[in-house]
């Protein structure tokens, strides 16, 4: 429950089929695409990428309610 203007950030691992480690495509839902799909669904825009140094399987996003 975040106000128009609020800001919400998703720090996750980074599923890629083929190419993440076995640990991340069993315990991980679903991609970044799908998650970033389901938040803005949810009322949100994607404002930014983030990259985490020394975190290689990770990502983050900012977002922001509509």
Do not use: C, N, W
Request: proline share 5%; net charge neutral; no cysteine.
């Amino acid at each position: 429950a975040l106000r128009p203007g609020g800001q919400f950030i998703v720090v996750d691992y980074d599923k890629i089929p083929g190419k993440s480690s076995e640990f991340i495509l069993q315990h991980v839902r679903d991609t970044k695409e799908v998650f970033t799909r389901e938040i803005e669904a949810a009322g949100f825009s994607l404002q930014e990428d983030i990259t985490i140094p020394g975190f290689k399987e990770t990502f983050m996003r900012r977002f922001v309610k509509h």
